[in-house]
C-alpha cells in the first residue's frame, strides 16, 4: 500500500523533477557499481550499459553483479529504477498525446516563418491550402478558424484556434514572419447559424482586415469578398489584392459559352496540378525592352504574356523594362526551374 501512495505521489510530482532524478540516478548507479566491481565491468560505461538494460527491464546478461553488495544494488536498483523509468517512460508518452491534441485543437504558437496564414474555414480556404501544398513542397501553411479541431490534417498545415480579430490569436499565428495572408468568406458564425445578407459577410471580413492592418501592416493581404459594391468599404484598409468569387464563377461560365474549352484553359492556369502554369520571374540584366525579354524566353519554352497586371505586353514589344518589373510567364514547372536558376 506503501509503494502505490509513494508511485502515485512520484507520477504527479513534476516532469523536469523526475527526468533529472533519472538522469543522476543512472549516472551514480553506473558509477557505483563500477565502484563496487570494477573488475566485473571494467569500466563506468559498461557499468552504464548495466544499468540501462536493468531499468529498461531488458536484461541482455552480458554483465551483471557477482558479489553480495552488488546483488544487494541491485535489488535496490529493481526497485526503485524501474519504477522511476517507468514513470519517465509514461510521462514522455503522455507528453506526445498531450502535444498531439494540442495541435488539433490549435492551442499551439506556431515557431515557424515566411508561411502563408489562412483566415476561416471554406470550401475555397480549402482549395487554396491543397493549391499552395502543391505548388511548394516545403512551405507551411497556418489556419485560423474557431473550430474545435482542425478540419485539415496535414504535416506542413499548422492550425490556430480563435477569433482572428484578436491580436494574442494573430500571434500565435506568428503573423509577423508571415509571407502573407488570406482572408476567406465564411457565411457561418462560430455558433454554427448561416449568414445569408453578404453584407453581414463581407462586414466580418472587414473587421478581420483592420485588426490585421492595425498590427502587421506590412503583410500582403489578399481577401475574399461576396459583393463588388462592399469593396469601397475597404478604402481606409491596407488590401493588396481582392478575389470576387461568385463574379469569377459567372464571368467565367459567360466566356465558356462564348468560347468553348476556355474554361479549361483558365482552371489550367490557375491550378498547378494540370499542364502548363502562370510563373513570376524577374527581369534579366541584359533585357532592355520587353522584345528581348519574349524572344529569349521563348527560346527556353516560356511564353511571356503581362507585366504586373498588364496583358498588353504584345503592344509594348519596344518599351523599355523597369528593373523592378514582374514579369508572368505560362510555361512547365521544369521550365520554370531552369528559368529561377539564370
Known amino acids: 500500500m506503501l509503494f502505490f501512495k509513494l508511485f502515485y505521489k512520484l507520477i504527479n510530482i513534476s516532469s523536469w523533477f523526475i527526468f533529472i532524478a533519472s538522469a543522476l540516478l543512472i549516472i551514480s548507479s553506473s558509477l557505483f557499481i563500477y565502484l563496487i566491481e570494477p573488475e566485473t565491468f571494467g569500466n563506468a560505461f559498461n557499468g552504464f550499459w548495466w544499468v540501462m538494460t536493468t531499468v529498461t527491464t531488458v536484461g541482455y546478461g552480458d554483465y551483471y553483479p557477482t558479489t553480495a553488495m552488488g546483488k544487494i544494488f541491485a535489488i535496490f536498483l529493481y526497485i526503485i529504477g524501474i519504477g522511476l523509468i517507468s514513470i519517465v517512460i509514461s510521462k514522455v508518452v503522455d507528453s506526445i498525446f498531450v502535444y498531439k491534441r494540442k495541435r488539433e485543437e490549435g492551442k499551439l504558437k506556431y515557431q515557424g516563418m515566411n508561411h502563408f496564414v489562412i483566415i476561416d474555414w471554406s470550401r475555397n480556404a480549402n482549395l487554396a491550402i491543397q493549391e499552395i501544398l502543391n505548388s511548394d513542397s516545403a512551405v507551411e501553411i497556418v489556419l485560423i478558424a474557431s473550430l474545435e479541431k482542425t478540419p485539415l490534417s496535414h504535416e506542413r498545415v499548422h492550425y490556430v484556434q480563435g477569433n482572428p480579430i484578436h491580436k494574442e490569436i494573430l500571434d500565435q499565428a506568428n503573423l509577423a514572419k508571415a509571407r502573407a495572408i488570406f482572408i476567406f468568406s465564411n457565411e457561418l458564425t462560430e455558433y454554427g447559424n448561416f449568414i445569408r445578407d453578404t453584407s453581414y459577410v463581407d462586414g466580418k471580413t472587414l473587421l478581420i482586415a483592420i485588426a490585421i492592418q492595425h498590427n502587421f501592416q506590412h503583410i500582403h493581404t489578399v481577401v475574399e469578398v461576396k459583393e463588388r459594391e462592399n469593396i469601397q468599404n475597404f478604402v481606409h484598409v491596407n488590401v493588396d489584392e481582392f478575389i470576387l468569387s461568385s463574379e469569377m464563377v459567372s464571368q467565367l461560365a459567360v466566356r465558356s459559352a462564348f468560347s ?80 529561377k536558376n539564370q
Not at 490557375?270 to 527581369?283: A, N, R, V
Open 260 to 339: 468553348p474549352g476556355a474554361s479549361k484553359i483558365v482552371s489550367q492556369l490557375l491550378s498547378t496540378q494540370y499542364g502548363d502554369d502562370l510563373y513570376e520571374i524577374k527581369p534579366r540584366l541584359h533585357w532592355h525592352t520587353y522584345r528581348d525579354a519574349f524572344e529569349e524566353l521563348l527560346r527556353e519554352g516560356a511564353t511571356l504574356i503581362a507585366e504586373g497586371q498588364h496583358l498588353n505586353i504584345n503592344r509594348r514589344l519596344d518599351e523599355t523594362i523597369a528593373a523592378d518589373a514582374s514579369l508572368f510567364v505560362i510555361c512547365d514547372k521544369q521550365t520554370y526551374q531552369k528559368l
